[in-house]
């Protein structure tokens, strides 16, 4: 059975930032997704890896971190990464006290910016995020937060991103944790071209569920 993703609002805060929150029935997990900009909340590439991780029993929160003034005001620029750091920070405290994603183990995927600002978060939420998916991240933005994400991390480049894929590859030796380039062939992520959406589903389909499920097992150990 398909999960409906239900709209929603947080306050994070003091802000008011729009949300579609998806909660599958006995889910192993929850995945917070980190949009920066533009209008929409999420792009094809996240409502596609949302889907699959929906039928993964994996919970799925997409969230712009933009408020929808913020969206007019820095369109064409962006936030600073530290404020939106401390945004996705929130989320995943208010995400750890909501009824239906309390206790699940949590995962972060970010896009360009927002992907910088996971990072931060993860470092500084090591016990509630097991798992980052960077695409076309990032990270060099993250600064020293990114020797601090201990979590698994995948950081996802298409082979035509120039300089951000070489970003990516250079930045893999800073993390502390167990960090891997995921290379998608003759593709780019940013212009998420259909081959590259495909790709990076299937990787992120693969990624989530096994690590978060690993998470779930050592709590229910102890």
Not at 138 to 145: D, K, Q
Not at 153 to 179: I, K, M, W
Request: with cysteine; aromatic share 4%.
């Amino acid at each position: 059975m398909q999960t409906v993703p239900r709209q929603t609002e947080f306050d994070v805060i003091g802000l008011e930032l729009e949300g579609a929150v998806a909660v599958p029935e006995r889910a192993s997990g929850v995945v917070l997704f980190a949009h920066a900009g533009g209008a929409d909340r999420h792009n094809a590439t996240d409502v596609q890896i949302a889907t699959e991780l929906n039928q993964k029993r994996i919970a799925t929160v997409l969230v712009n971190l933009l408020t929808r003034r913020e969206q007019e005001i820095y369109a064409g620029s962006e936030l600073a990464i530290t404020a939106l750091g401390a945004r996705l920070i929130a989320l995943i405290d208010n995400l750890a006290v909501r009824e239906a994603t309390a206790g699940l183990p949590g995962g972060l995927c970010g896009t360009g910016t927002g992907a910088a600002g996971a990072f931060i978060a993860a470092a500084a939420r090591p016990a509630r995020v097991h798992a980052v998916l960077s695409r076309a991240g990032r990270p060099e933005l993250a600064g020293e937060f990114i020797r601090l994400v201990r979590c698994p991390t995948l950081l996802v480049v298409g082979e035509t991103d120039g300089a951000v894929r070489e970003v990516n590859e250079r930045a893999q030796a800073e993390f502390p944790g167990t960090a891997r380039v995921a290379r998608v062939p003759g593709a780019s992520v940013m212009c998420e071209e259909p081959r590259a959406v495909e790709l990076v589903t299937e990787l992120a389909r693969e990624w989530f569920p096994l690590r978060l499920g690993h998470a779930a097992a050592a709590a229910a150990s102890r």
